[in-house]
């Protein structure tokens, strides 16, 4: 456990170089200690969503990295892309199978978004997060997320 914590730490601190040295706000890591572990096979849908614990971590994580961007409490101010959205993606699916494939679609798509930033012609939008979140960290700002409701 402990040497794992290291190891992250150091992941953490050269991947928050890399962000510094773009001039971006160094990202914060989170802990996910009391969080149910998921190994290192990526999954493809939310497994916390609705967890008590998992959208108190989510929420904390979110404001410390996701905010100063996409707004607080996931509002978005208008220059980034409003999260809230994606909760209605698969609404109006009437079809239960599609409907469950869409929000498949949703969670994958988040969680790629993360890992990967969105980086498009050597611009960075919005900077990656693999190496610095595990699938824990994504998985409870996801399921904060989905507590935000859009009107
Ligand atoms: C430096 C600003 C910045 C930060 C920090 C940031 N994002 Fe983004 N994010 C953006 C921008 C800008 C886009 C739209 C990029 C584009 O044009 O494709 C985006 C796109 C996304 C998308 C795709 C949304 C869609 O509707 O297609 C997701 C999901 C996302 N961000 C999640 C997050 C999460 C979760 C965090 C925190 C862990 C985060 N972002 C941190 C700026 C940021």
Redesign the pocket.
Known sequence: MFARKAALAIVFTLASSVALAHG??V?QAVDVSTLKPLGDNMLDSNPYSGDKEAIRVGSS??NQ??????GLEAVSGG?????R??NDECATLTNKKAKAQCQVDIDS??RN??LG??V?DGR????P?AGI?GQE??WA??SY?ETRKYE
């Open positions: 971006d706000v990202p994580a979110y990295n996701c905010a100063r961007c996409h220059i980034s892309p409003d999260l959205k994606l798509y988040f978004s993360v930033g969105k498009r960075v939008y919005m900077p997060f979140f960290a994504i700002i996801k997320i």
